[in-house]
């Protein structure tokens, strides 16, 4: 008698079970995947009042010739996407009707604005009549953007030395100087 | 002799249960649609991606079928599986209509329902609804995050109360 009881026990709670199931359980679940693709972007701007640089006679005869103020006017505007781990480099490269007797120097300088891995400057570089090769003015730039007001981004300034005076001609000469916003080779 | 009847009674028993099932069939939902985002461009070199998207307002639609009938409530959560997500992502669900059928439903349309780990309520009803429509949101993109494909799986589930 007492076994039976036990077996209407067993019996009772398997139903109580059963219709716990069948009144308040998870009865569906179904799914959808949403992507997000990000595209690699590499984008430069250059925002500039640069006017000129020049050589001038100097304020009395026999003395040396001057040179004007240095022009700070000149931005670097970029937006970078790059892959995980890899970054890449902003190159600068006169053009080759370069005037002899005259240094150009750049000095690069990132100012506080955009966010992200916006790189490193290097130090000041320069070119002269020998030395026209592109150089690197920043490096490490991984994914950052600098935003695109009129003095944000990367703030380079340009000045100039009289290397040899012997070798300068009285003339006006347009040097294009060009940027490059190019990947790091691994 | 009584082990026989005893197991007579159980086998009696696990088959009442199994009609119980068969003759109660529990509600179920149909779910159709996903989204996609390509992000490859900024108006102008120096800008950030836009940070927030939208889909369309009827980019996923649920069926809730299969109801005892009118008074037949159920509810509806929602949760995200990472399958290879960022974690400056914040993605969100909005219900933007009813749907058709008999019953009611209630809730979800407001404000989006940001989706995170654990299921979050999105909203409620009773008794048989087709093309309840749903609009999705995406946030927390940037050109700070490394190029490639970001994943998530989101999880719908009905829920009979």
């Not at chain 1, 001038?56 to 781990?85: I, R």
């Not at chain 2, 299969?66 to 409530?73: E, I, M, P």
Request: glycine letters at 8%.
């Amino acid at each position: 008698m007492r076994k039976m009881k036990s077996l209407f026990v067993v019996m009772f709670m398997f139903l109580a079970l059963g219709l716990i199931n069948i009144a308040g359980a998870q009865t569906d679940t179904d799914s959808h995947v949403f992507d997000l693709i990000i595209s690699p972007v590499a984008l430069l701007h250059v925002e500039s009042s640069f006017a000129s640089l020049s050589v001038t006679a100097p304020e009395y005869a026999g003395e040396d010739v001057e040179v004007s103020p240095a022009d700070s006017n000149t931005y670097l505007q970029y937006t970078s996407v790059v892959a995980a781990g890899t970054t890449r480099r902003i190159t600068l490269n006169p053009s080759n009707n370069f005037p002899a007797g005259i240094i150009l120097y750049c000095t690069p300088l990132l100012t506080e604005t955009g966010e992200g891995d916006r790189g490193d400057t290097r130090p000041t570089v320069y070119f002269d009549i020998d030395h026209r090769a592109a150089k690197v003015i920043i490096d490490d730039i991984g994914s950052c953007f600098t935003e695109d007001g009129s003095t944000d981004g990367a703030n380079l300034t340009y000045w100039i030395e009289v290397d040899d005076i012997g070798n300068i001609n009285a003339a006006t000469t347009s040097i294009t100087l060009t940027y490059t916003l190019t990947d790091d080779l691994y | 002799m009584k082990i026989i009847a005893k197991s007579t009674i159980l086998v009696f028993l696990l088959g009442f249960m199994l009609l119980a099932n068969e003759a109660w069939p529990a509600m179920y939902m149909n779910l159709t649609g996903s989204w996609s985002e390509i992000v490859n461009s900024v108006p102008y070199a120096g800008n950030d991606f836009q940070n927030t998207y939208e889909s369309a307002t009827d980019q996923v639609t649920i069926d809730v079928l299969g109801t005892a009938g009118v008074s037949d409530q159920w509810q509806i959560v929602v949760k995200k599986s990472n399958v290879d997500w960022h974690n400056d992502l914040h993605f969100f669900v909005k219900r933007t209509s009813d749907g058709a059928g008999a019953g009611s439903i209630s809730d979800g349309m407001a404000d989006y329902v940001e989706i995170n780990d654990i299921n979050q309520y999105f909203f409620s009803g009773s008794g048989n609804r087709r093309d309840i429509n749903i609009q999705l949101k995406l946030s927390g993109v940037s050109v700070r995050m490394p190029f490639g494909r970001y994943s998530i799986r989101i999880l719908y589930s009905l829920f009979d109360i």
